[in-house]
C-alpha cells in the first residue's frame, strides 16, 4: 500500500488549492482515505475522509465543513482535497492517510501548504 501526497505551494490568503492523494491500495477493497493537516508546533488534525467503496461516503470534521471539500476519482486512485477560502491559519502540511476499519495504518509523505497574509 502505497499513498503520494501532492499539490502544496505558496499562495495568499482567500485562494483556493487543491491537494491529491494518489493511493495504491494492493488487494483492499474496503478502506477510507483521509486528509489530515500539522501546524507548527500543533497536533495533527483531522480533516475529512471518503470511504472507497459504495457510494463514497464522506465525513468531515465540524471545523472544516464549508471551506474543505473531500473527493475521489477511483479510475485513476486519486482522492483529492479542495480548498476555497485559505487563510493564514490553514498553514501546515497536509497529509493522507489510508484507514482500514477504526485505524489509519498508511500514510503519504505530506505536502506543505503556506498561505501569506
Known amino acids: 500500500v502505497q499513498l503520494q501526497a501532492c499539490g502544496g505551494g505558496l499562495l495568499p490568503a482567500g485562494g483556493s488549492l487543491r491537494l491529491s492523494c494518489a493511493v495504491s491500495?494492493?488487494?483492499?477493497?474496503?478502506?477510507?482515505v483521509g486528509w489530515f493537516r500539522q501546524a507548527p508546533g500543533k497536533e495533527r488534525e483531522f480533516i475529512a475522509n471518503?470511504?472507497?467503496?459504495?457510494?463514497?461516503?464522506?465525513y468531515y470534521a465540524d471545523s472544516m465543513k464549508g471551506r474543505f471539500t473531500i473527493s475521489r476519482d477511483n479510475a485513476n486512485g486519486t482522492v483529492y482535497l479542495h480548498m476555497n477560502s485559505l487563510k493564514p491559519e490553514d498553514t501546515a502540511v497536509y497529509y493522507c492517510?489510508?484507514?482500514?476499519?477504526?485505524?489509519?495504518?498508511?500514510w503519504g509523505q505530506g505536502t506543505l501548504v503556506t498561505v501569506s497574509s
Open positions: 492517510g489510508l484507514r482500514i476499519g477504526s485505524h489509519y495504518a498508511y
Open positions: 491500495a494492493g488487494t483492499l477493497v474496503d478502506y477510507a
Open positions: 471518503i470511504r472507497s467503496s459504495g457510494g463514497g461516503y464522506t
